[in-house]
């Protein structure tokens, strides 16, 4: 019954069909954009996990083979000194290799935050899509 009291006629039995569809259609696009950007920060996961696992090991690579070049020169270098200077010469060399060693420490840390945010694609797109739903232009 309506407001007035008459009886209310039912609704054309195919009316709502076409809303229906429209809304199972938007949900399906909802789910597929989900999908889709979810996809995309598992590839930019994977992709992170990768450049780490290369950055760590050519890191330990690289220190193993300075460490032995290291020890072998600073050797080479005490030997070839008087036997009078050799405790100095070998005092010397620690210092040097120490400060380099801080120096090559502070470059790795700022080479190391110098990257990206993590899953910043994902979330661009995500900021994207956001726009687009709600009729902003970019």
Same mark, same amino acid.
């Given at each position: 019954?309506?407001?007035?009291?008459?009886?209310?006629?039912?609704?054309?039995?195919?009316?709502?069909?076409?809303?229906?569809?429209?809304?199972?259609?938007?949900?399906?696009?909802?789910?597929?954009?989900?999908?889709?950007?979810?996809?995309?920060?598992?590839?930019?996961?994977?992709?992170?996990?990768?450049?780490?696992?290369?950055?760590?090991?050519? +890191?330990?690579?690289? #220190?193993?083979?300075? /460490?032995? %070049?290291?020890?072998?020169? @600073? !050797? $080479?270098?005490?030997?070839?000194?008087?036997?009078?200077?050799?405790?100095? +010469?070998?005092?010397? #060399?620690?210092?040097? /290799?120490? %400060?380099?060693?801080?120096? @090559? !420490? $502070?470059?790795?840390?700022?080479?190391?935050?110098?990257?990206?945010?993590?899953?910043?694609?994902? #979330?661009?797109?995500?900021?994207?899509?956001?726009?687009?739903?709600?009729?902003?232009?970019?």
């Amino acid at each position: 019954m309506d407001d007035a009291g008459r009886p209310r006629e039912a609704a054309a039995p195919g009316l709502f069909d076409g809303l229906r569809e429209a809304a199972q259609l938007v949900v399906a696009d909802v789910i597929d954009i989900g999908r889709t950007r979810l996809e995309l920060a598992t590839l930019e996961l994977e992709q992170e996990r990768l450049r780490l696992a290369r950055l760590w090991m050519g +890191a330990a690579v690289t #220190l193993f083979l300075l /460490f032995v %070049g290291v020890v072998l020169a @600073a !050797a $080479w270098i005490v030997l070839l000194c008087p036997p009078a200077w050799q405790a100095t +010469a070998l005092g010397g #060399l620690t210092a040097v /290799f120490l %400060g380099a060693a801080a120096l @090559a !420490a $502070w470059r790795w840390k700022a080479d190391a935050e110098r990257r990206p945010p993590l899953l910043h694609g994902t #979330l661009a797109e995500l900021r994207e899509d956001e726009k687009a739903l709600r009729g902003e232009t970019a």
